[in-house]
């Protein structure tokens, strides 16, 4: 059993307690806000191991003494209590602005669509049930946490040990220490709280490989900043005091000691020329590892994570943000090693020098810190909104690129100029914030800076007028001033460095760390070649939360066979083809492969014994050639040649400029649909899987091309296991069996001859499209003769 967790507010336990319910046994509670009627009202739904309670009242705050000045309160009307035995299966209808919570009593029936049946009466006298009952009406945006109160119902019926299981819970979704709420939950990152000093300390990790050059690096800044801290003793109190003096018999010193400051110079430059050459040898390489560990991270995760991400912020992740953490490196750290280094040694002298006049610069020091750590805060916050917007023009750039034939067909030129130019200028104000702030407020501080350099130069020549310090020191201590607000200045500008290079490497390492949505099985069945038995037990799957695609639906597919999937769109079917090649995982059920959960068996076999012909093609930058031979790179150029024939690509091919080397993908050569369609089919057949999934794979062809490529794939059929799914049924006619599927259920299966005598869905689907296609000729035969 896992830890109990309790998911009723502080503020709903008295008035639970008071309704005569136990807060403590309840497992989950939503918040919903409407009455069955359709009334305003302030509803918690909770389910304990046998009872649904439904409490409505009102929410309100009231205010209080001391440091929580408002509180919430509820004032409870009446409650509702459902044994769970009862109520049978729970459903949740979702309408345009408000959702629905039924008990169906027994019923297995899919109560979104018993509700848009006009005929219930003739369902009720077929049914021994009783009708529905409605339990709960929500607006809209509560349908997910009434759905998870649904499947937390359902794993307390079917005797769960966790009934949490696969639920996302309310606490989950918010950063425990300061409440916001996670920008992805599955990652359960907090921008706001996460510990920044591990962060740097990660990213100064990946200097471990290059530990060598690294020493020499940081042997140079310590000699170069113990040479730059004992030049101004030679250069001021050594030529003052001892060579400079009234009387001095050291005239001959003079030369010496000018030509020992232009040798401090030198190896004082010579110095940093060289830790700046070693740590340009090093930095680029650091870099190129961090962009492999991001593109290597990204490459393993799961398709979902593109889908809920735009172009322009992955490709901001790979290019932006490591660039970012390359130039803190280059012109950040080394010089903060060396300015800290600086700043230490200084202060110690000036100690040494004269502890009063150190303690008056010491006491200004604080207080610039203080306006750096300040400005650390705003700078990030802005820099990061920086980003936002640079990845949303990306994006906009990579869509007017990708979409600019829709865009001109619109003639939509002029308004996606002026989207872009809203962003830009979102963009552009920001970075005008940030830098408006930078050119005001650092002046100011080196202003505040100064004064206290005016400090100690008035104090300082007071005390060498009372001779108590010599001319000489006093020079030697400004000088060393100089030196010590050095740093600090730099620091005000590595303050927005740093803060550019942290709100990336966040980023950075949350691709690195992402655990993808479909992982490699931790215990793999021992199997090495599927044979492609398919068995579809029960699956459910949603994209989004609280709205199913396939609800409970089952499918068999014996080896070798040919099954189409026919059905309206947005049924199911292109979803139960991403299941079966496992780019998604089922929220609920099993696919097995002859007798395998996929989820158990390993990725690559799994991908490389399933090929995919999709309706949505992609080439890849590169040949022909390369684009057909992606899924075996060595495959010879005879089998490319024997593949393209197969997908009735060949003759094309040899009419472009240069033929299997012709280029395409992007910049590359402009195909039409129906020839990227082909290469798509080459790129499967030569990959030569045990099983074939269709999806729409002959849907942008011609008549004659796609009955050259039926004929095609039906060589490339026999003995594989093939799914194929379309919208034209006459492409089917010749499947071994046939399924259905609506509503993400299958309805109908059986041959094509048994499902038209049954006269059911396929016979009504297939009946539409041979009369749409009878009007069409009818059209053509019309036109033809008015010719």
């Given at each position: 059993m896992t830890?109990?967790k309790?998911?009723?507010p502080?503020y709903?336990i008295p008035?639970?307690?008071?309704?005569?319910v136990?807060?403590?046994?309840?497992?989950y509670?939503?918040h919903?806000?409407?009455?069955?009627?359709?009334?305003?009202s302030d509803?918690?739904?909770?389910?304990?191991k046998d009872?649904?309670y439904?409490?409505?009242?009102?929410?309100?705050?009231?205010?209080?003494?001391?440091?929580?000045?408002?509180?919430a309160t509820?004032?409870?009307k009446r409650?509702?209590?459902?044994?769970?035995a009862?109520?049978?299966?729970l459903e949740c209808e979702?309408?345009?602005?408000?959702?629905?919570?039924?008990?169906?009593?027994g019923?297995?029936?899919?109560?979104?669509?018993e509700?848009?049946?006009k005929?219930?009466?003739?369902?009720?006298?077929?049914s021994d049930n009783p009708d529905?009952?409605l339990?709960?009406?929500?607006?809209?945006?509560?349908l997910?946490?009434?759905e998870?109160l649904?499947?937390?119902a359902?794993?307390?019926?079917?005797?769960?040990?966790?009934?949490?299981?696969e639920?996302?819970?309310?606490?989950?979704?918010?950063?425990?220490?300061?409440?916001?709420r996670?920008p992805?939950?599955?990652?359960?990152i907090?921008?706001?709280c996460?510990?920044?000093m591990?962060?740097?300390?990660?990213?100064l990790g990946?200097?471990?490989?290059?530990?060598?050059?690294m020493?020499?690096?940081?042997s140079?800044?310590?000699l170069?900043?113990a040479?730059?801290?004992?030049?101004?003793l030679i250069?001021?109190?050594?030529l003052?005091?001892?060579?400079?003096t009234v009387?001095g018999?050291y005239?001959?010193?003079?030369g010496?000691?000018?030509?020992?400051?232009?040798?401090?110079r030198?190896?004082?430059?010579?110095l940093n020329?060289?830790?700046s050459?070693v740590?340009?040898?090093?930095v680029?390489?650091i870099?190129?590892?961090l962009?492999?560990?991001?593109?290597?991270a990204?490459?393993?995760?799961?398709?979902?994570?593109?889908?809920?991400?735009?172009?322009?912020?992955?490709?901001?992740?790979?290019?932006?943000?490591?660039?970012?953490?390359y130039?803190?490196?280059?012109?950040g750290?080394?010089?903060?090693?060396v300015n800290g280094?600086?700043?230490?040694?200084?202060?110690i002298?000036?100690?040494?020098?004269n502890?009063?006049?150190a303690?008056?610069?010491?006491?200004?020091?604080?207080?610039?810190?203080?306006?750096?750590?300040l400005?650390?805060?705003f700078?990030?916050?802005?820099n990061?909104?920086?980003?936002?917007?640079g990845?949303?023009?990306?994006?906009m750039?990579?869509?007017?690129?990708?979409?600019?034939?829709?865009?001109?067909?619109?003639a939509?030129?002029?308004?996606?100029?002026?989207?872009?130019?809203?962003l830009?200028n979102?963009e552009a104000?920001?970075n005008?914030?940030?830098?408006?702030?930078?050119?005001?407020?650092?002046p100011?501080?080196?202003?505040?800076?100064?004064?206290?350099?005016?400090?100690v130069?008035?104090?300082?020549?007071m005390?060498?007028?009372?001779?108590?310090?010599?001319?000489?020191t006093?020079?030697?201590?400004?000088a060393?001033?100089?030196?010590?607000y050095?740093?600090?200045?730099f620091?005000?500008?590595?303050?927005n460095?740093?803060a550019?290079?942290?709100d990336?490497?966040q980023r950075v390492f949350e691709?690195i760390?992402?655990?993808?949505?479909?992982?490699?099985?931790?215990d793999?069945?021992?199997?090495?070649?599927?044979?492609?038995?398919?068995?579809v037990?029960?699956?459910w799957f949603e994209?989004?939360?609280a709205?199913p695609?396939?609800?409970?639906?089952?499918l068999n597919?014996?080896?070798?066979?040919?099954?189409g999937?026919?059905?309206?769109?947005?049924?199911?079917?292109?979803?139960?083809?991403?299941?079966?090649?496992?780019?998604?995982?089922v929220n609920?059920g099993a696919i097995?492969?002859?007798?395998?959960d996929?989820?158990?068996i390993p990725?690559?076999?799994?991908?490389?014994s399933?090929?995919i012909?999709?309706?949505?093609?992609?080439l890849?930058i590169?040949t022909?050639a390369?684009?057909?031979?992606y899924?075996?790179?060595?495959?010879?150029?005879?089998?490319v040649?024997?593949?393209?024939?197969a997908?009735s690509?060949?003759?094309?091919?040899?009419?472009?400029?240069d033929?299997?080397?012709t280029?395409v993908?992007?910049?590359?050569?402009?195909?039409?649909g129906?020839?990227?369609?082909r290469?798509?089919i080459?790129?499967?057949?030569?990959?030569?899987?045990?099983?074939?999934?269709?999806?729409?794979?002959?849907?942008a062809?011609d008549?004659?091309?796609?009955a050259?490529?039926?004929?095609?794939?039906?060589?490339?059929q026999?003995?594989?296991?093939?799914?194929?799914i379309?919208?034209?049924?006459s492409?089917?006619?010749?499947a071994?069996?046939l399924?259905?599927?609506?509503?993400?259920?299958?309805?109908e299966?059986g041959?094509h001859?048994e499902?038209?005598?049954?006269?059911g869905?396929?016979?009504k689907?297939?009946?539409?499209q041979m009369?749409?296609?009878k009007?069409?000729?009818m059209d053509?035969n019309?036109?033809e003769v008015a010719?």
């Open positions: 830890k109990k309790n998911f009723v502080s709903m008035a639970f307690e008071k309704a005569g136990d807060p403590s046994a309840i497992v509670a939503a919903t806000d409407m009455e069955p009627d359709g009334g305003l509803a918690y739904a909770g389910v304990s009872t649904l439904i409490l409505y009242g009102t929410e309100g705050i009231v205010r209080t003494e001391g440091a929580r000045r408002i509180v509820y004032a409870p409650l509702e209590t459902y044994p769970l009862e109520l049978g299966a979702k309408l345009l602005t408000t959702g629905r919570l039924w008990a169906t009593h019923k297995i029936k899919d109560k979104s669509e509700i848009k049946e005929n219930q009466k003739a369902e009720a006298e077929a529905p009952e339990l709960l009406r929500f607006s809209i945006g509560f997910p946490y009434v998870r649904v499947k937390a359902r794993n307390l019926i079917d005797g769960n040990d966790d009934p949490l299981r639920i996302v819970t309310d606490d989950e979704l918010f950063c425990p220490k300061c409440g916001m996670y992805e939950p599955e990652r359960k907090c921008p706001k996460m510990d920044r591990s962060l740097s300390w990660r990213l990946f200097f471990k490989h290059f530990r060598g050059r020493a020499i690096v940081m140079v800044i310590l170069s900043t040479v730059s801290i004992f030049a101004p250069s001021s109190q050594m003052f005091d001892d060579v400079l009387g018999k005239y001959a010193m003079v010496a000691i000018v030509m020992v400051i232009f040798g401090v030198f190896l004082n430059t010579a020329i060289l830790y050459y740590l340009a040898r090093v680029p390489w870099v190129y590892e962009k492999m560990k991001i593109f290597e990204m490459q393993r995760l799961s398709v979902g994570f593109y889908t809920s991400k735009r172009t322009g912020q992955v490709m901001n992740r790979v290019v932006r943000d490591a660039n970012n953490i130039w803190f490196f280059v012109d750290l080394p010089f903060v090693i280094l600086t700043f230490l040694g200084v202060m002298v000036m100690f040494i020098l502890w009063k006049l303690i008056i610069t010491v006491s200004i020091v604080p207080v610039c810190v203080i306006m750096f750590r400005l650390f805060g700078f990030r916050r802005f990061h909104k920086y980003w936002v917007y990845s949303q023009l990306n994006s750039v990579s869509d007017s690129v990708n979409g600019q034939r829709v865009i001109k067909a619109f939509q030129e002029d308004e996606e100029s002026d989207r872009f130019s809203g830009g979102k104000g920001t005008k914030l940030l830098l408006n702030t930078g050119f005001t407020v650092f100011l501080i080196y202003l505040f800076m100064f004064l206290g350099q005016v400090i130069t008035a104090v300082g020549g005390m060498v007028l009372h001779g108590q310090m010599t001319l000489g006093l020079l030697t201590f400004i060393y001033l100089g030196m010590l050095g740093p600090l200045e620091m005000s500008s590595v303050s460095w740093w550019r290079c942290v990336s490497a691709i760390d992402a655990k993808p949505d479909v992982a490699e099985p931790e793999p069945a021992p199997v090495t070649e599927l044979k492609g038995n398919i068995a037990k029960s699956v994209y989004d939360a709205t695609i396939l609800k409970g639906l089952d597919v014996e080896a070798g066979k040919l099954l999937i026919v059905g309206k769109t947005g049924a199911g079917k292109s979803t139960l083809a991403n299941l079966i090649a496992r780019l998604y995982d609920e097995e492969i002859d007798g395998v996929v989820r158990r990725l690559k076999l799994l991908r490389r399933i090929g012909v999709s309706q949505e093609i992609y890849f590169g022909i390369d684009n057909i031979r899924a075996r790179p060595d495959a010879p150029l005879e089998d040649i024997r593949a393209a024939k997908a690509a060949h003759e094309f091919i040899m009419n472009l400029p033929g299997y080397e280029r993908g992007a910049g590359g050569q402009d195909l039409s129906g020839e990227r369609q290469l798509s080459a790129r499967t057949i030569i990959q030569n899987p045990k099983i074939l999934i269709l999806d729409e794979a002959t849907a062809m008549t004659e091309t796609e050259a490529i039926q004929a095609s794939l039906a060589k490339l026999r003995g594989r296991t093939t799914i194929a379309a919208h034209r049924l492409t089917l006619r010749d071994d069996s399924a259905v599927i609506d509503n993400g259920k299958v309805v299966s041959g001859a499902l038209m005598a049954k006269k869905e396929y016979h689907l297939y009946t539409i009369e749409g296609l009007i069409i000729n053509v019309i036109d010719s």
